[in-house]
């Protein structure tokens, strides 16, 4: 099975702080994806990439930056940290983009405070 | 608008009861995915089914494209089936979820 791994898996910042969570997976999926995950609003795609060093914007974008660094490196990136952003973050890989299974990390939470 | 709908919100089952979940949506989309997940916990993949009837062990989904529906039956449930069953589907390259429906599973 496709090993997803996100750190960190907890995190606490003050408002205005610099939050950067990793991803990594194994496989050697073209796809990764960033999702937030909220009471009342499900899961929200925020950033994905098809590759090392492309960028494709999600649903909720705003706030966030994102960088694919290798193959298997993604990072998603709060520069100044609002307490909105407040929320449990996914990440996942897939082969491909559609009619493939996802596979999802385990989470990260994180607080904005 | 909410692309993904899904009912019930909750359901609580009698262990080895029956389960229906739906779910629709307000495309026409041929990727229909259903996850599993544990409170706070990762999500896992529990069927591809883009058209047709797909079953898993104790689980089956049937999806309706015309109808934009899919639905996912867990037969004789168990109290380790408890989480949020959550769909998915595929639209302009991108997967969008519903809110999922919390399944309760009683001894």
């Known amino acids: 099975e496709a090993a997803v791994t996100q750190s960190p898996r907890n995190k606490v910042t003050v408002t205005g702080g610099n939050v950067t969570l990793s991803c990594r997976q194994t496989?050697?999926?073209?796809?990764m994806y960033w999702y937030r995950q909220d009471t009342g609003h499900g899961l929200r795609l925020i950033h994905y990439?098809?590759?090392?060093?492309?960028?494709q914007i999600g649903d909720v974008p705003d706030g966030y930056k994102a960088t694919r660094t290798t193959q298997e490196d993604f990072f998603l990136l709060l520069e100044l940290a609002s307490p909105s952003q407040t929320s449990l973050y996914f990440c996942?890989?897939?082969?491909?983009?559609?009619?493939?299974?996802?596979?999802f990390g385990e989470g990260s939470r994180l607080i904005v405070v | 608008e909410q692309q993904v709908q899904q009912s019930p919100a909750s359901l609580v089952l009698q262990e080895g009861e029956n389960a229906e979940l739906q779910c629709s949506f307000s495309?026409?989309?041929?990727?229909v995915q259903w996850f599993y997940q544990r409170p706070g916990g990762r999500l896992v993949s529990l069927l591809y089914?883009?058209?047709g009837t797909k079953q898993s062990g104790r689980l089956t989904s049937t999806t309706v494209i015309k109808e934009r529906r899919s639905s996912l039956h867990i037969s004789s449930s168990q109290i380790t089936d408890s989480g949020t069953y959550l769909c998915?589907?595929?639209?302009?390259?991108?997967?969008?979820f519903g809110d999922g429906t919390v399944l309760t599973v009683k001894p």
């Open positions: 990439s098809y590759g090392a060093g492309n960028l």
């Open positions: 998915a589907i595929t639209n302009t390259g991108k997967l969008t």
């Open positions: 496989n050697s999926h073209n796809y």
């Open positions: 089914n883009p058209s």
């Open positions: 495309i026409f989309t041929n990727q």
């Open positions: 996942a890989s897939s082969e491909k983009n559609s009619g493939n299974t996802l596979y």
